[in-house]
């Protein structure tokens, strides 16, 4: 068919290099007028090459050309300790996300989306709004669980993602973190083992440290995720008190478990009755594909404690976060309550008035693309401007990079260095808790692209070199 051979000649172009990596294909009509087809054919390719992986479509900005096959190696499978370890030392996050503050300081450092990535004039609508129409609800506490409309939206959301959740179940919080924080102090004590990826979250990290438990790590393939294996062997091998794990697009390798791998998480977790602590606040950020099911929703026993947020999707700003307990919601909001009283009301009914609108899911496929060619531009000028043989993640979804480094570089010595200079990243020895990865960092991809990031991108290359 026409549209078929007008894409197989774009995708001859596209491997050529002449239509490159995240740059925007000629609009239809151009493509129309270029090729002498109607613009039907041209939106058909370009549909085709979309399907074939090759394009991404932008709201409003037309198709643009996916990242290609990667040359760089993913990185390495690392060994871990087969010993719990108490967590210590993450107090280093905070000089970290001071930086994030500082408006000279281009920041890599933390998973923090420049404004330009965020639907701004949608949240400051949704503000105007609510103070307008709610002004006297707006300035009164709204005491746990949560706002009654942000509860069923969030409820409503669970159910197209097949969770059986309702408003009743779910609890709003400060962050995702902090949900992560209520739902362990439900189900452990000081003292007891919590088993983590390898590499993992710092946030997480912080958590355990705070509640005095130790942190039992598994390693990640960077294609398939946490190893099923050595789950079971630490699930048989101590008294595992609970999981944390980033099942959907983790933090910082990005990868992703198939729905076969979720559900023999899962009765894995059954076999041996211990609770999962599911962090899902990147699985509305798939790369390319549809979103992925978080593990709660084959979850029928209230074994899987479900945590999220908007941070990473409207504004980090807000502080607003939920948690739907697999058991005793009552004592989860007492948890929430003694913690911080009540979260900020105005920012609740704000994200209830967002997702009230059928136009939330649009703002996510835009923010998606987005971050997809955020994400692929940052790891063309990592491959070009770092050493030979960096190895780099390839995530499915977010919009962070895991690098690898090669020889016996220490990111953690060069990080002051690197500050200084006006750049930061985050270095890998903060991602666990025996401090491995001292050769890796993390590189948040969602930043405004800039000579300011060039510059930094080049500082970094010299400082690793």
């Known amino acids: 068919m026409l549209y078929r051979e007008l894409a197989n000649h774009l995708q001859t172009l596209i491997e050529d290099g002449v239509y ?3 740059k925007a294909l000629p609009g239809v009509r151009k493509l129309s007028q270029q090729h002498k087809v109607s613009v039907s054919t041209a939106v058909n390719a370009c549909q085709e090459l979309e399907r074939r992986g090759l394009l991404q479509a932008k709201p409003r900005s037309g198709y643009f050309v996916c990242q290609a096959a990667p040359k760089h190696k993913p990185p390495r499978i690392r060994s871990v300790s087969k010993t719990p370890r108490p967590v210590s030392g993450q107090e280093r996050v905070l000089q970290l996300v001071q930086a994030a503050n500082n408006p000279k300081m281009v920041n890599l450092g933390t998973a923090i989306p420049a404004a330009d990535f965020l639907p701004v004039n949608v949240i400051e609508k949704a503000f105007r709004q609510v103070w307008r129409e709610q002004r006297k609800r707006c300035v009164g ?21 097949q969770c059986r959740v309702s408003p009743e179940q779910v609890l709003i919080t400060n962050s995702c973190q902090e949900s992560i924080a209520i739902a362990l102090k439900q189900i452990t004590r000081p003292g007891d083992i919590v088993v983590l990826e390898s590499p993992t979250y710092y946030g997480l990290l912080q958590v355990v440290e705070q509640l005095g438990l130790k942190a039992l790590e598994i390693p990640t393939d960077p294609a398939e995720g946490l190893s099923l294996g050595a789950l079971e062997l630490a699930l048989e091998s101590w008294p595992v008190a609970a999981c944390v794990f980033v099942p959907s697009f983790s933090n910082p390798m990005g990868t992703c478990l198939s729905d076969e791998r979720k559900k023999e998480l899962l009765r894995l977790l059954e076999k041996h009755n211990v609770p999962l602590v599911e962090d899902d606040i990147y699985g509305e950020l798939p790369l390319n594909g549809a979103r992925p099911r978080p593990v709660k929703s084959w979850d029928t026993k209230g074994l899987v404690y479900y945590c999220s947020s908007s941070s990473k999707t ?25 913690n911080t009283v009540s979260v900020n009301t105005p920012a609740q009914l704000a994200l209830a008035e967002v997702l009230d609108k059928s136009r939330y899911q649009r703002l996510i496929r835009s923010m998606c693309s987005d971050y997809s060619l955020a994400v692929a531009r940052m790891t063309e000028r990592v491959s070009q401007l ?44 903060l991602f666990s808790a025996t401090e491995k990865f001292g050769n890796c960092l993390r590189l948040n991809c969602a930043v405004k ?15 690793f070199s």
């Open 449 to 463: 692209w800039d000579a300011r990031v060039e510059r930094g991108l080049l500082t970094l290359a010299k400082l």
């Open 141 to 161: 506490y709204e005491f746990p669980p949560g706002a009654p409309e942000l509860r069923t939206h969030i409820a409503r959301h669970l159910a197209s993602l």
């Open 20 to 22: 490159p990596a995240a």
């Open 314 to 338: 409207l504004a980090a700003g807000l502080r607003v976060g939920w948690l739907v307990p697999g058991k005793n919601i009552q004592r989860a909001e007492y948890l929430q309550f003694i």
């Open 386 to 429: 770092f050493p030979p043989d960096t190895r780099i993640s390839r995530p499915a979804g977010g919009f962070v990079l895991w690098v690898e480094l090669p020889g016996k570089i220490n990111t953690s010595e060069r990080l002051q260095s690197a500050m200084e200079a006006g750049v930061s990243f985050a270095p890998g020895s």
